[in-house]
């Protein structure tokens, strides 16, 4: 069974931290490009952090610049989102995404975590 499973959420007040994770399972995670979204009630859900197959690479929106650090641990079938300096707007279900840049692209989403940032 082909499973991404989020955890890490939770309540925050702002500025505060919390790292999310992602593990993989079912498929062979190291072959694939990791990436983080992020859908606030009554929004579109937005792309937030995206990081290569072998976790040498990153990119980050701009709403997220400078305050998150997204990882990548294939040992672990992992992928992390540390967010620092929470803001009322990051307020959101977090959803994990990974892909296979070559053909087949298969592709797969965890079922969320929510995080709430609220004092």
């Known amino acids: 069974e082909v499973q991404l499973v989020e955890s890490g959420g939770g309540l925050v007040q702002p500025g505060g931290s919390l790292r999310l994770s992602c593990v993989a399972s079912?498929?062979?995670?190291?072959?694939?490009?990791a990436r983080w979204y992020r859908q606030a009630p009554g929004k579109e859900r937005e792309w937030v952090a995206a990081?290569?197959?072998?976790?040498?690479?990153?990119s980050y929106a701009d709403a997220v610049k400078g305050r998150a650090t997204i990882s990548k641990d294939n040992d672990k079938n992992t992928v992390y989102l540390q967010m620092n300096d929470l803001k009322l707007e990051d307020t959101a279900v977090y959803y994990c995404?990974?892909?296979?840049?070559?053909?087949?692209?298969?592709?797969?989403w965890g079922q969320g975590t929510q995080v709430t940032v609220s004092s």
């Open positions: 990081i290569s197959s072998a976790g040498g690479s990153t």
């Open positions: 079912g498929f062979t995670f190291s072959t694939y490009v």
């Open positions: 995404y990974a892909v296979r840049m070559v053909v087949p692209r298969y592709d797969y």
